[in-house]
């Protein structure tokens, strides 16, 4: 029953969105109103309200969803979806200044000569406009309204003219910043969440383990990850579009021709130019700048760009005198701020210790006049037409109805949940032949097919979540979470240009004149679709176009992992197979230099750590070499071993699925009471089913191949045999390095630990003699000089007991004299050895140290160099298969 009252609930939400129900109430409509039908069935029929749910009751899958979304969307660490209103104010603000008009007709004078260079500077202002506005609407409305007629008048064909303009106005969808990004980013966050839960699950059954290794975990996504993922992307697309142009002109020049354009492209000419273009330019560089950057996150860049679009439209909506004071200003102070905070510290707490008083001082002022010319375009735009208050107004109700939309959606989501709706989209993607492509191929036809019909948000809310924790927790494809949020992006973009209701395809038909057909509309647009969907194939091929300028950025920002994390570890490992052969030769040869050096002088401890240290060294190499021949090892075994592993996987899937409907009829059973003939005869169909369903995992079972088990425990000991191999080459390497690292950083301290001497010995002489409490306060000072030495604790501890020898319960003047002799003589030693390594033991340590520094010692660090950060950011902008440790 439970399948039925899923059909009602996907039935009726088609029927009331086909029939033109506002989305925002015809998704928890049905929600509401299936849940409503299956608990009054189950109490009519059943005498239990919850009969018919998968688990749980009717008020409780009422109220998850609104429980889901308040928990989701109300935590202070969960403000991705606050950038929505501020990247609506912002592209609403640029609409009103008239940015669209004015670009257009500068680069329609930039291009014009060029054949089809009305269609390419269509497309090069709407990837300007998609970085700045984001506004499908308005831009192919604006763009219909300017340079349609032009394109008419210079005899383009209505297709190639129609088509460039609906295109080109999409491309806000996929160029960040975009609305259906955050979206997504959005979705795909609790997606991950699920899917981690699911792979984690599977890696139990297969495992026996309670806990999965993190490199086996679903790489996550953010609203900032998806707009850097879908920048290349996006790109690509607006490349697509212009080549296209370019060789239809070529071929076809009576239908693109070139226009000649009046006026000389003299100084005048390109003052126009850069007026036009630098400041969007400005703007795109100071909102996506400050995220590709790590300047800011994607809510705080929102806030950027919506101060920046206030700015900009103070002095475009404004013709009189001082017209670009405010703007000025504007500039004027960040580039000051900037300034300042390039060469100085600027943080107040840390003012005291800094004293760059001065500084935070006109970095206030700067503020300050930043805010005044804030206020000052604020107050512009409120005077002229009113305009900000027309945006303002504008900006809630479309970022009402984007909340309206995700609430509904919750509460859908959770109903389709409460009639097993993903189990059996589940079950449905994970049988289809092909593994992971299959599903995503099917998943992706879905979505085109659904852009015919339904709004871009309507997929993403609705779609996104069910189908995209059952592809991320794909370990055989391992796909990372932007990549799936891009693809589905680039997918979702058709759904504009598709008739019948392609949104862009009515904004131009509203405002383009009679003469342009609305079938030369419908044809203009299907090469730039293929165009789309030959995105998608180029992006799910290379997917290093979405995953490469992330995974960039998070490594080289001020917050990267450290080589440490265990998300990085195979791409680490990656790096140093190929680095630290090539540099055997010259550390044995630094090895053999410090041996040579007489260390006489070392303490023995320091001595016999430094030895063991050369020695773990010069193993290190002989020890990557096995490690990588346990990984050659694997490689050999995983072709024969891959195909079992797979129909084992198949397997374990349908027993679970099997094992599902089992629950599922044992809950049914449970429902029937009393002795009634019908309770009776449901009773023996439901036994007779599970009976049935038993033996069919009994089927299921032995298609396990024979010699499975054996085969799998001669796998899992090579997998062993690696991670030995790996943990043996960690510790000589990362221990041997750790004891050159201290060591150089205590022979530094040399100049210090030779200043405390003579401090120590006039502290000395006064035992005895002083007043024992005065002498404790002064060792204790001495104490902490030395807690900031590398190398202390032996000084340290001889300091310690001289101060309890002097105070405290343990105090006595024998106790106190001997340890100040014993602290004289520390003091004496720690210093004069670290003196005499100050030479050629110094310099050769050092030597070594800087050169194993990003290689044996590279886990040691607290980030990555650029260049091994660049080459792990290339590693892992692949996708790994990591099926088999499952």
Avoid at 102 to 129: H, N, Q, Y
Avoid at 529 to 546: N, S
Avoid at 695 to 714: H, K, L, N
Wanted: charge should be negative.
């Amino acid at each position: 029953m439970e399948l039925v009252f899923l059909a009602i609930l996907v039935l009726m939400m088609m029927f009331t969105l086909g029939v033109g129900f506002p989305v925002a109430f015809a998704l928890p409509g049905s929600a509401i109103v299936t849940i409503g039908l299956a608990a009054g069935s189950g109490w009519l029929f059943m005498g239990d309200a919850s009969a018919f749910f998968l688990s749980g009751s009717a008020v409780e899958w009422l109220s998850a969803g609104v429980t889901n979304f308040r928990g989701i969307y109300w935590e202070a660490d969960r403000d991705t979806l606050i950038a929505i209103p501020l990247f609506i104010f912002m592209g609403i603000m640029l609409q009103r200044s008239k940015i669209a008009e004015e670009l257009l007709v500068t680069m329609a004078k930039l291009f014009g000569r060029l054949p089809g260079g009305l269609g390419i500077s269509v497309v090069v202002v709407g990837a300007l406009l998609a970085a700045t506005t984001g506004v499908v609407g308005a831009t192919v409305v604006a763009m219909g309204l300017i340079s349609l007629p032009a394109m008419m008048r210079n005899n383009y064909s209505q297709p190639l003219a129609t088509g460039t303009i609906l295109a080109s106005g999409t491309l806000g969808q996929i160029i960040p910043p975009s609305i259906v990004l955050i979206i997504l980013a959005d979705q795909l966050s609790s997606a991950t969440d699920l899917a981690g839960q699911l792979r984690l699950a599977e890696y139990r059954e297969a495992t026996g383990q309670f806990a999965m290794p993190s490199e086996l975990a679903v790489v996550p996504t953010s609203a900032g990850d998806m707009f850097m993922g879908a920048l290349f992307p996006g790109l690509v697309l607006v490349g697509m579009y212009i080549l296209f142009i370019l060789i239809y002109a070529l071929l076809r020049p009576q239908s693109a021709p070139s226009v000649q354009v009046a006026g000389a492209r003299d100084l005048s000419f390109w003052r126009e130019v850069l007026f036009a273009t630098v400041p969007p330019l400005l703007l795109i560089f100071l909102v996506l700048g400050s995220i590709i950057l790590g300047v800011a996150t994607v809510t705080q860049a929102g806030a950027v760009g919506a101060a920046g679009a206030t700015v900009m439209a103070g002095y475009k909506l404004h013709s009189g005198p001082r017209r670009f004071w405010p703007a000025v200003l504007a500039l004027a102070s960040l580039v000051v701020i900037w300034q300042l905070h390039a060469n100085f510290n600027l943080n107040i707490r840390q003012l005291d210790r800094s004293g760059d008083h001065l500084a935070v001082y006109i970095a206030m002022a700067g503020v300050v006049v930043l805010l005044f010319a804030l206020g000052w375009s604020a107050a512009r735009t409120l005077r002229i037409d009113d305009t900000l208050r027309a945006v303002m107004l504008e900006t809630a109700k479309t970022s009402a109805l984007v909340f309206i939309i995700l609430l509904g959606a919750a509460m859908l989501i959770s109903a389709f949940r409460a009639f097993g709706g993903e189990h059996l989209v589940k079950d449905y993607l994970t049988g289809l032949p092909g593994g992971f492509w299959g599903q995503f191929i099917i998943v992706m036809i879905v979505i085109f097919l659904l852009g015919f019909f339904l709004d871009f948000i309507e997929i993403a809310i609705v779609v996104v979540p069910i189908v995209a924790p059952i592809l991320l927790m794909n370990p055989e494809a391992n796909v990372s979470a932007v990549w799936l949020g891009v693809m589905i992006g680039l997918n979702i973009q058709t759904s504009f240009l598709t008739p019948p209701f392609g949104f862009a395809l009515f904004y131009l038909r509203g405002v383009a004149d009679r003469a342009v057909k609305t079938v030369n509309m419908y044809k203009g647009v299907i090469p730039f679709i293929l165009m789309q969907l030959g995105a998608l194939v180029i992006v799910g091929y290379f997917p290093q176009l979405v995953n490469y300028l992330p995974a960039r950025v998070s490594l080289l920002s001020e917050n990267a992992p450290p080589p440490r994390n265990p998300r990085l570890q195979y791409c680490v490992e990656e790096v140093l197979a190929e680095s630290i052969p090539a540099q055997q030769a010259t550390v044995r040869r630094m090895i053999g230099d410090l041996r040579a050096v007489d260390t006489g002088f070392l303490p023995s401890e320091r001595a016999q750590a430094l030895a063991a240290a050369l020695d773990g060294y010069e193993s290190s190499f002989s020890l990557l070499a096995v490690f990588g021949e346990t990984q050659q090892d694997i490689a050999d075994a995983t072709p024969a071993y891959r195909p079992l592993h797979r129909q084992v996987r198949e397997v374990r899937r349908e027993r679970e699925r099997l094992e599902r409907l089992i629950d599922g009829l044992e809950r049914q059973l449970r429902s029937y009471r009393g002795d009634t003939a019908e309770a009776v005869a449901g009773t023996e169909r439901i036994n007779t089913r599970i009976a049935q369903l038993r033996a069919e995992i009994e089927v299921t079972s032995a298609r396990i191949p024979d010699g499975w088990d054996a085969m799998q425990d001669t796998f899992q000991a090579l997998n062993r045999a690696e991670q030995d191999a790996r943990r043996d080459f960690r510790n000589a390497s990362e221990q041997s390095y750790t004891v050159l690292r201290d060591m150089v950083a205590e022979i530094g301290a040399a100049e210090e630990f030779a200043a405390l001497v003579p401090e120590i010995e006039a502290l000395v002489a006064d035992v005895g003699q002083a007043d024992p409490g005065t002498l404790a306060d002064a060792v204790q000072q001495i104490e902490r000089q030395a807690a900031g030495l590398a190398g202390s604790a032996v000084l340290g501890g001889a300091l310690r007991s001289l101060r309890e020898g002097l105070s405290g319960r343990r105090a006595s003047p024998a106790r106190a004299a001997e340890a100040a002799e014993e602290l004289v003589e520390i003091a004496r030693q720690e210093a004069a050895w670290r003196a005499a390594a100050q030479g050629t033991l110094s310099a050769r340590l050092q030597a070594l140290e800087a050169e194993t520094r990003y290689t044996l010692g590279l886990r040691e660090q607290d980030r990555l160099e650029r260049a091994t950060a660049l080459q792990v950011a290339g590693c892992l902008a692949s996708h790994r298969d990591v099926s088999l440790s499952f």
